[in-house]
């Protein structure tokens, strides 16, 4: 508790590249603390960014080093939209699959199963994107 607790002091979480956090970054986020990372094309370089998406903070993840820089300052530069961003976070901690263990079991599941379809038809596709409804896109 006194760990999560220390970190509510914070006022944004400058993410690193090209390994982000992982279970650090999620005691950020349980702290109510803004992260802001750059994604990139490994697990490692990816992990903030699934974290971000599942709480739907994508505003947050960049894909390059000038849109994260950029992403900063603007946050930094203005404590309107960082109060913002903290609000946001705090509303969807529970509401969104990230903290939600029931829905995000099932968005795993469901996962598997585009996963193992994928495979068993050989069709190898991006990223897996399953809509709220829990219909394949």
């Not at 998406?53 to 000038?66: I, R, W």
């Amino acid at each position: 508790e006194e760990h999560i607790e220390r970190q509510t002091l914070a006022d944004l979480f400058i993410d690193t590249f090209n390994f982000n956090a992982h279970t650090t970054a999620t005691e950020a986020l349980w702290a109510g603390v803004p992260i802001v990372t750059k994604s990139g094309k490994s697990f490692g370089a990816r992990v903030s960014g699934s974290l971000l998406k599942a709480l739907e903070m994508d505003e947050l993840v960049t894909n390059s080093k000038s849109e994260y820089i950029e992403k900063i300052e603007e946050i930094i530069c203005n404590p309107n939209y960082l109060n913002q961003i903290k609000l946001k976070i705090k509303k969807n901690l529970t509401s969104k699959r990230l903290f939600n263990t029931e829905k995000y079991t099932e968005f795993f599941e469901n996962a598997m199963e585009v996963v193992f379809h994928n495979y068993t038809e050989n069709n190898f596709k991006g990223d897996i994107k399953i809509k709220d409804d829990h219909k394949n896109i």
